[in-house]
């Protein structure tokens, strides 16, 4: 038999050519559920700074199911035993581990259903999956959820040095043109070792981890928190918040997505369960249906409304001011008063309801490398597994411990911060 009939070929210009075997999987990948990451940014609005970073969350998937096939073959000629099922069940987890992601990714994660996080959704659909595939997702189920006897399997898919974030931080980098956060992908995967249970990293791999743990940091500053991103996220928040508060106060707005009508007038929560209802209408929603409001919401009779929603698509997005901690309830309220006084000028609505759709204050937050719950490990010339930060010969990777905590103002680029 003719092997390449037995696989499906996708070209993938950070992992090059991908084959992915016929069966289950591609079964999953041909479904709705997984075709519809495709229509949702892997970076969010990040494409507002990096115009390059249009890659969805499915070629996300697609590479990440590629690096599972590459260390689970790895592993076994190491002569960790894996069976065929384990093996199967492990990639289904891969590659549906980020399938409960909503529109723009991150960005509306709390905005939509209250109780809630994309992991929650993303084990409903594998749940869902699993009845509709006759139980072939059991497997990867209890390996997902951590509940399968081999937890190494479990610390592939979610780790300190886990599938998603070697794939993600690869594509990432590729995408957005910052070569920093390029990882030595093949060195780590080639160097993992399955020991007493667990992954662990062979000595002479320990330069590539530090080399991605350093990505890590620099990919969150140079890109996950860039600060026009921070600005953008909280724009299109602004928005749904906009729509929320004019939903609530009974005012008419068109709302062209069904979906999006769905999840603005229920206000649903996951705190109990994620309903049948709740799970049809967020897999009906992606990208497309955030856009196609907003355009319509852009001619919007609200005048907040309308000019949240033109700022947007015409990318005249806010300002991010990055302050002191023990400076922010002062500059808080000097955002507050400076823009009820621009507003007022402009002819808005001024009160302090109508400014707070104008100002968002947060604190953006990274940890490179967390060693104290869950440690990188490096098995050393003794057959003696010793954690990353222990084993390193630099010092500076304890100071990649530390998280970067920098509190900020998101507000109207007229209104200027003292």
């Avoid at 499906?8 to 709705?32: E, T």
């Avoid at 507002?48 to 096939?69: C, D, K, M, T, Y």
């Avoid at 928005?239 to 062209?256: C, D, H, S, T």
Wanted: a positive charge; hydrophobic letters at 40%.
């Amino acid at each position: 038999m003719d092997k390449s009939k037995q696989y499906k070929i996708f070209s993938d210009p950070v992992h090059g050519f991908i084959s992915i075997p016929k069966g289950i999987i591609l079964k999953l990948i041909d479904h709705a559920y997984v075709q519809r990451l495709r229509r949702i940014r892997q970076l969010g609005l990040g494409y507002l700074v990096f115009p390059a970073a249009e890659h969805s969350r499915f070629s996300h998937a697609i590479g990440a199911l590629e690096l599972g096939q590459r260390v689970l073959k790895n592993l076994r000629e190491k002569d960790t035993t894996i069976s065929d099922a384990e093996i199967n069940g492990t990639l289904i987890a891969i590659l549906l581990h980020d399938v409960g992601h909503g529109p723009f990714s991150h960005t509306l994660e709390h905005s939509l259903i209250h109780d809630f996080n994309h992991e929650m959704m993303s084990l409903r659909i594998m749940e869902e999956l699993n009845n509709e595939f006759d139980g072939a997702l059991t497997v990867a189920i209890e390996i997902f959820t951590d509940q399968y006897p081999k937890k190494f399997l479990h610390q592939l898919i979610s780790s300190q040095l886990d599938i998603d974030r070697l794939d993600y931080l690869k594509r990432d980098s590729f995408f957005t043109g910052v070569s920093e956060g390029s990882v030595g992908i093949n060195r780590i995967l080639k160097t993992m070792r399955v020991f007493n249970g667990n992954v662990v990293i062979e000595k002479k791999g320990i330069y590539a981890i530090e080399n991605y743990i350093l990505s890590r940091r620099l990919m969150y500053m140079q890109v996950y928190l860039h600060k026009t991103v921070l600005s953008a996220d909280s724009l299109i928040k602004k928005i749904i918040q906009r729509a929320n508060f004019l939903v609530k106060q009974g005012e008419p707005l068109p709302i062209p997505s069904i979906s999006l009508d769905y999840f603005l007038k229920r206000k649903p929560s996951a705190k109990k369960q994620i309903t049948a209802p709740m799970l049809e209408k967020y897999m009906d929603l992606d990208d497309h249906d955030i856009y196609t409001c907003i355009k319509q919401w852009s001619k919007s009779d609200d005048p907040i409304l309308a000019d949240l929603s033109t700022r947007f698509l015409n990318r005249k997005l806010f300002a991010t001011t990055f302050i002191q901690k023990k400076n922010l309830k002062v500059q808080v309220d000097q955002a507050v008063s400076k823009t009820k006084s621009y507003l007022k000028k402009s002819g808005f609505p001024s009160d302090d309801v109508s400014a707070s759709f104008y100002i968002d204050h947060d604190q953006s937050y990274s940890e490179a490398y967390k060693y104290e719950h869950e440690s990188i490990w490096i098995l050393d010339d003794d057959d003696k597994a010793i954690e990353f930060s222990k084993a390193a010969d630099t010092k500076h990777i304890i100071a990649l411990t530390k998280p970067v905590v920098k509190p900020y103002i998101v507000h109207l680029k007229e209104v200027q911060l003292g």
